[in-house]
Structures are given as C-alpha cells and as structure tokens.
C-alpha cells in the first residue's frame, strides 16, 4: 500500500474526515502534550490528508498522545484528531502480525474478570 | 379544442446539457391540441418572448405550455410576455425542466424521458384551463416596523421621507438597538452614539412615524397590502404621555440592585429607571420583578417624587389592533451565550467578557466612564488577549455554523482602541481568518497591526485558567508551530451573533420562512434580497443574516423603497387561483374553515328552495376572494369535494397525473 492509500485507510478505521478541518488550530491550542510531541494534534489531520501518513506512523508523537481526547471535545469543526493518533497505532499493531484473535481460540481464554466489551473491542482491533 | 403550442428552452446548457430539447418539443408536438412545438436557447430572452408572442398570433394558439426552469423564476414573465398579444395570461403552463429535471439527472435519456412527460402533464393541464381574471383589492398606506434598531430606524425614516406613515415597534423601552451599546465603529471609529442619536431624535420628531415602545406584535392577519396587526403595549406603569423624562424617579428609588441590561449586568440600576440619557422616548420604565412597591405594595417613593403624577402602579398591559398595508421585519441579533464554552472560563472569571461588554467597558456611557478596567479588582489591564470565532463556523451543537461577519472588524477596532488610549498594554488577537471584504477594511485591519503593533496571531486559544489575578491563557500559534502560555489580564471572546429569540415566533405569525438558523430568507437570496417569499413582509438588518452597520443602513434603504413601491399602489391585482365552493355540494360542516390559516372561510345561510318561503335554507361555506391565499388547504380537507381551486382544479390536477402515469 502507498502513503495515499494508507491515509485512506486511516481515515475509514479513525471515522475521521480531515477535509472538515479548517485550521483554526485549536486542538493544538488545547493539547496538554504538546510540548512532548514532534507532530501535534492540529498536523495529525494534515498529515493524514496530505497522503504523508508515513511521518506520523515514524514519530513517537503517536506513543506520547495522551489519548485525553480534549482536541477531540474543543474542535468545532467535529473532526476528532485524537483518532487519528488512535486508528495509526491500531495500523502499527496490525503490521505486528500475530495479534490476532482467532475466535476459536477465545472459549480457552475465557475469564470472568475480563470485560464482554474488551473482547467486543479485540476482535473489532484486530479483524484484519 | 385546444390549439396549444410548446416552447422547450435551453436555458444555455443548463437544460440542454441533460434533456434534448429537440427530442422533448419533437415528442410534445404529437400530444392531442399541440399545433406548434419549438425549442430555444434562451426562451425568457426578449428574442425568446417574441418567439412565443409570434407563434400565439400565426398559430392562433389559445394556450402555451413552456417547458424551462420552475416557475417560481420565470413564470410572471411569460405570463406578461403572453398577455401582451391578448392571450389571457392564465392560459400558460411552465413544466419544471431545469430544477426538478435537467439538474438532477446525469443520465440524458432518463432526463429527457422525465421532460416529455413533465411537458405532457402540463398539456394536459392547459386542455383544462380556463381563463381567470384577477380581482384587485385597496392598499393601506402604512408600514410597520417590527424592531426599532438601527435597521428598523433607517426603514422608518425613509418610508415616512415619502409621505408614508410608519409604526416601530420595539420591545426595549428605547428605540437604538444594539447600537446604543457600541462605543466607537470601524472603519472610521466615529463615535456610535453621535451618529445615531439624532437619528432616534429624527425617528421621535418626524410626523409620520408612531413609535410603540415596550411593545411587541401579538397577532398579524390578513394579506400584503391589507395586514390587521394585534400589538401588545407592555405595562411600564408609567404613564408615556405625562412622564417629562426628568429622571428624579430613578435617583431616588430604593431598589438599587438590579442588573443593569444596558450595560449587559455589568453595573446595576434603580428599579424604575430611563435605559440611557438619549433614549427615546425618554420615558421611565417599572421593571416589575424588582420593584417593591409593585411586589409587596409597600413603598411608592417614585409616585411621591414624580411631580408630573406620571406614575401608575395599576396599569395593564394594552391590546392595539391597527391596519397596515407592509410590515418591514427588523429584528436584530444578539450575541449568542457561552455558557457551553467552559474553555474559555467566561463563567468563572469576571475578566472574561464577550466583545460586547468590551464595548461597554470602553464606552464614556459604560459602567466605568469609559476607563477600561477589569471588572474583577478594576485595575487596568496591562496584557488583553482576544479570541476571535468563538462559536462561529463551529459544527458542533453549541456553536453556529455561519461566520458572524462582524467580529473581524470590531475586535480590530477593540485592539487598535486600547493600543491607542492605553499604549503600555500588550494586545494580542488570536485568528482562524482574518476577513475583511469592505471599503477600508483591510486597511484598517493592516493599521491595527503595522501602525498600532497588535499581536495577530493565527491559531486559536485552546483554553483560559483563572490562577490568582491572572488568566492562564494556552493556545496555538500555527505559523511558527508551537504552543503559547500567555499570562493575561482580560481575555475578550467574540461570541458569534444568532436572530433574536423573538424571531421564530414572529417568523410563524407572519408565515414567513426562516432557515435552520432561524434567520429570515429573502424570496430570492440575489436578485430580491430585501422581500421575504411572504408577500408584503420586508427584511432588514441582521434578522435577515449577520451584517454591519454600513450595509445594515444600505439594506434598510432598499427594504424602504420596495414598501414604498408597494404603498404607493392604490390597488394590488389579485391571485385569481382562489378557493371558491360549490354550493351545491357543500354541507357546511366547517372542516375548511377549520384548516383555513389565513380565514378567508365564512359561512352564511341561503335558501336555496328557488321559492319566496325560503323553506329550504342551507348554511354553506363562501370564500373571501381578496383574503384567500390559494394553498389548496380547504380542498383537501373538504368531505364532500364542494371546495375546489382556479387554476389547480382536481380536475386539472388529476388530469396532470393521468398524463404522467400514461
């Protein structure tokens, strides 16, 4: 896959639709982590529409994003950089190989401390 | 038998890049009664209408189906354009090819298809047209207008110039709107005040013009040229005609503490109070939640003070009805609230204000005299930070889509204001765009910054922490990319502007439509931006969509001019396609006059036994030709089918549909 058809791909897992962005820069106004980070929140949405997706998959900004998801409340355009950062590090796990939930394989791990919703979650992380 | 001939437009290739026109008029000419099909580039063109006027006379055509854009755009003028050679004007049809048809469709085939047969219905329906002649009713030669801004002022002064006679109706005490709260307006920074009192001075002398304060429209009835309005004159338990305006009153009430809304609660006033020194009519006003005597009945010092014996603690509000032939919507705006903007601390610190208490603050007839000071400790700020857009062009729930227009220039002005009266001070405005589309305005923007050295950043604060006497401001600086902590005094949030809240309602009674902002829509956003698609009702000012003063002053003007083409009719020709019912077949059971919204249904009761005894009377229904709006309401509802519409008959309707479904 080339960088313009991973961005795409970022954008269909993140729900993300950074042609709504209109640079007002708020998320970056508001991040906590900013200081911390090589890309910010306000580049993620550039960067995921610009096709240079491969920067960000780089950088450690995706690992130092605190996941607060105040760029995600404060944006008032509705269009969430936060899961950007979120759907990138999905991406990175899934060239991890070997991550994968196999459904036949859930019944032996099966415990009651885990919660119904992580293994909802895993298998929707994890379904490619 | 018909002779009916069709005229297939092009309309450049807004039809005929979709639709062959060739093929449609081809197809059209073999319909039962066509004698003459033809298609053209530009049918509405002078060259096109003559095209239509020749072929009525050669053809001997007795009806005209003309197949182009919807006839809400052009169906007037071919109406005339047929009239013009005898033709009576309700013998033509327009079928909807652009909107409902050509701009729709990829697919040519499928389009040209949809506008044969979209042609077809509309022969048929001339197969069944008879022709109407339109009634004419009087014109009431007064105008009202809702709203006593400066919008509503400007409109007032123009009617009234041309010998009209104007009502304002305004539901503050005081005529001026939001103006009188501004301090000084861009590009020029000539003081507010000075160019507007004398003209709520002009509005309060001028003849013509009858002003209604702490009033509000109740009721609206009746049609363009014709409208009854019920207003509501709210009780201000001060007599108006008595009161001199001395004020004594609100020196000596006791109740000194309630929110001033003149000064946006930024200071307080007297129970009874005059909202400003110019206001006019400078009459006092009770406000009935504060006032002691009006609340308990114990106290009436400003009874005893007033010398004139203008007070009235008894009075009721007042129910007027009076007639008026247009009615001019000047509504205004208010800042929206930013309650749901907890980022921005507005509801936490004092020192955070929208732009317009900023102008209050600035203001010589602000709470501090014109000395900016923060309101929390009344120092003066050294370091002000300013943030532009808050709530405009946001998607989400608590902001407004729209950009608010003003803010671009009125924060300019703010920042080159205090640069100027306060040099020491460090002024930064944080930006998403800087838009300033106006004469001067750019320059003036370009002086704030180059001349004034105002910090214009662009980025957007992220948010505002109170932490002891200081705002901790953090937000983005997008050209130099990084993240600015800035230390403030005062933060000034341009809060976007929204139709006021009276709006929607109004916008209901006078069945005027409104878009999903709740601001008023013209009948046609270019070329009839001051009408709203409700015939006889006007639009000026913000209530139409944000604007400034300059262009809110140039629409008001426009918005006079068309109420006076309209006043200075003496009769207004009808819509002859009116309810009518067949009195044979009605049985007076009400159901239309139930569902009538605009009560042009009565009822009387006739004899119809032909014989002098009158043995055989029966109550019918009976519409008012020149009331009736033609919405077909009454037809649909009627049990019996007696009530029936010209020019939309069930026949001519159903006629329509079987040529449709061939």
């Known amino acids: 896959m080339d960088n313009m058809e991973i961005s795409k791909e970022i954008q269909r897992i993140s729900g993300v ?46 690992y130092t994003c605190l996941s607060c998801f105040a760029c995600v409340e404060r944006c008032p355009r509705g269009v ?29 791990m099966l415990d009651e401390e885990i919660p119904q919703q992580a293994l909802v979650s895993a298998f929707r992380k994890y379904k490619k | 038998m018909q002779r009916i001939g069709v005229f297939v437009c092009h309309c450049g290739t807004n039809i005929a890049a979709t639709v062959d026109v060739k093929k449609v008029a081809e197809t059209l000419l073999q319909e039962p009664g066509v004698v003459y099909a033809t298609d053209y580039q530009y049918m509405c063109s002078e060259a096109g209408q003559n095209m239509i006027k020749d072929a009525i006379k050669a053809q001997n055509l007795t009806g005209v189906v003309i197949c182009s854009c919807s006839p809400r755009m052009h169906e007037a003028t071919f109406r005339k354009a047929v009239a013009a050679v005898g033709m009576n004007p309700y013998m033509l049809e ?37 022709p109407l002649i339109a009634g004419q009713t009087p014109v009431t030669k007064r105008a009202l207008v809702i709203g006593g801004g400066i919008a509503g002022i400007q409109c007032a002064l123009d009617i009234a110039d041309a010998g009209y006679q104007v009502d304002i109706v305004e539901k503050e005490p005081t005529v001026g709107g939001k103006m009188t709260k501004i301090d000084k307006t861009f590009p020029t920074l000539d003081c507010s005040s000075c160019i507007l009192t004398p003209k709520m001075v002009d509005v309060a002398q001028n003849e013509n013009i009858k002003i209604y304060s702490y009033s509000e429209v109740e009721s609206v009835k009746g049609f363009v040229g014709n409208f009854t309005v019920g207003i509501k004159r709210k009780a201000r338990y001060v007599k108006e005609d008595i009161c001199t305006g001395c004020g004594l009153c609100t020196e000596k009430c006791p109740q000194k503490k309630v929110p001033n809304d003149y000064n946006l609660g930024l200071d307080t006033k007297r129970a009874i109070y005059i909202p400003f ?35 009235d603690y008894t009075q009721q509000d007042e129910h007027l009805e009076e007639q008026y032939g247009a009615i001019v919507v000047a509504t205004g705006y208010n800042p929206i609230k930013l309650d749901a903007f907890d980022e921005f601390a507005y509801s936490q610190s004092p020192d955070v204000v929208t732009s317009l208490e900023f102008e209050r603050l600035m203001s010589a007839s602000g709470p501090n005299g014109g000395h900016l000071v923060r309101p929390s400790d009344h120092k003066e700020p050294k370091t002000i930070v300013f943030v532009q857009c808050v709530g405009s062009r946001s998607t989400v ?35 998403i765009d800087v838009r300033t589309p ?6 003036f923007y370009r002086r704030a910054v180059e001349e004034y050295d105002v910090h214009y950043i662009k980025g957007m604060v992220g948010k505002v922490c109170p932490e002891g006497d200081k705002l901790k401001v953090q937000a983005s600086d997008l050209l130099t990319n990084e993240q600015l902590h800035i230390d403030a005094d005062m933060v000034v949030l341009a809060a976007a502007i929204e139709a006021d809240k009276s709006a929607r309602p109004l916008a209901t009674l006078l069945t005027a439509s409104m878009d999903t902002n709740d601001f008023f829509t013209e009948a046609h956003a270019k070329l009839r931006p001051v009408e709203s698609p409700t015939a006889g009702v006007f639009l000026a000012g913000c209530a139409q969509g944000p604007k400034d003063i300059p262009e809110t002053v140039t629409q008001a003007g426009a918005c006079a001019s068309k109420v006076i083409g309209l006043l200075a009719k003496d009769h207004l020709v009808g819509n002859p396609c009116v309810a009518h019912s067949d009195e044979m077949m009605c049985n007076g059971c009400s159901t ?20 002098k005894d009158g043995t055989l009377m029966r109550r019918v229904a009976s519409v008012n030709p020149a009331v009736c709006q033609g919405c077909g309401c009454c037809t649909v509802a009627c049990p019996s089918g007696a009530m029936d519409l010209y020019g939309f008959s069930t026949k001519q309707i159903m006629s329509e549909v079987d040529a449709i479904c061939k």
């Open chain 1, 17 to 62: 639709n950074p042609r709504k962005c209109m640079r007002c820069g708020k998320c970056s106004g508001t991040c906590p982590a900013y200081d911390q980070m090589e890309y910010h929140p306000h580049q993620f949405v550039n960067l995921a529409l610009s096709g240079k997706i491969d920067k960000l998959m780089e950088s450690k900004s995706i």
């Open chain 1, 80 to 108: 969430e950089p936060a899961n950007i950062i979120e759907a990138v590090r999905l991406w990175k796990i899934r060239q991890q190989n070997q991550n994968h939930l196999v459904a036949d394989q859930i019944p032996a």
């Open chain 2, 94 to 130: 327009v079928a909807n090819i652009r909107e409902q048809c050509s701009w729709i469709h990829k697919n040519i085939e499928e389009a040209t298809e949809k506008a044969i047969i979209l042609g077809r219905a509309a022969v048929a329906k001339v197969h069944l047209n008879a």
């Open chain 2, 277 to 311: 020194a110019q206001a006019v009519p400078k009459v006092a006003t009770i406000d009935a939640d504060y006032c002691t005597m009006l609340k308990t009945g114990k106290c009436g010092v400003c009874s005893k003070i007033c010398t004139a014996g203008a007070i």
């Open chain 2, 397 to 431: 729930e608590c902001g407004k889509p729209y950009c608010s227009k003003i803010c671009c220039m009125y924060t300019c002005k703010h920042a080159m204001l205090c640069r100027e009266k306060y040099p020491d001070t460090e002024v930064y405005v944080f930006y």
């Open chain 2, 438 to 443: 106006g004469k001067n305005y750019d320059e």
């Open chain 2, 592 to 611: 239309c006059a139930n569902v009538c919204p605009y009560g042009a249904i009565t009822y009387e009761t006739k004899d119809f036994s032909r014989r």
